[in-house]
């Protein structure tokens, strides 16, 4: 799955172009046939999600409509099987209306991170233009 939020390891190790030794963050013998059959699904209702992108000190955090965070919260625990040293950090701000945010940090991550979501940052200027 070459797509990022493809925005996370398991959308992450999904959306690698590399081998599973060539990610130092991903172990994708971790997930079984299931978690990637899964990934798959949830991965374009993530992208379909996705709001904003900011940048940490060691890692990124994304921005979604606040409507998907069942979702969410299932592909973060798919993710952190494969990709074990990343920290995922979801919240949800004060209600009504308030934000969902999936914080993905970790030591020497950050490039990690943006060149396996570089894909869902594209769509995501697209999305941007057609406002």
Same mark, same amino acid.
């Given at each position: ?28 013998? =971790? ?7 899964? &990934?798959?699904? !949830?991965? #374009?209702?993530?992208?379909? *999600? $996705?709001?904003? +992108? ?25 993710? =952190? ?7 995922? &950090?979801?919240? !949800?701000? #004060?209600?009504?209306?308030? *934000? $969902?945010?999936? +914080? ?28």
């Amino acid at each position: 799955m070459k797509l990022a939020v493809t925005i996370l390891c398991a959308m992450l190790s999904v959306l690698a172009s590399a081998s599973p030794e060539e990610r130092p963050h991903c172990n994708l013998a =971790a997930l079984t046939p299931a978690d990637r059959a899964r &990934d798959r699904e !949830l991965v #374009p209702l993530l992208a379909s *999600a $996705l709001l904003a +992108r900011q940048e940490l000190p060691e890692g990124y955090a994304y921005r979604f409509d606040r409507h998907v965070l069942k979702v969410l919260g299932e592909w973060v625990e798919i993710e =952190a099987k494969c990709c074990q040293p990343l920290t995922y &950090d979801v919240s !949800l701000e #004060p209600q009504p209306g308030g *934000a $969902l945010w999936v +914080r993905i940090t970790g030591k020497e991550a950050k490039e990690f991170i943006g060149t396996e979501f570089e894909p869902l940052m594209a769509k995501l200027a697209a999305k941007d233009a057609r406002r």
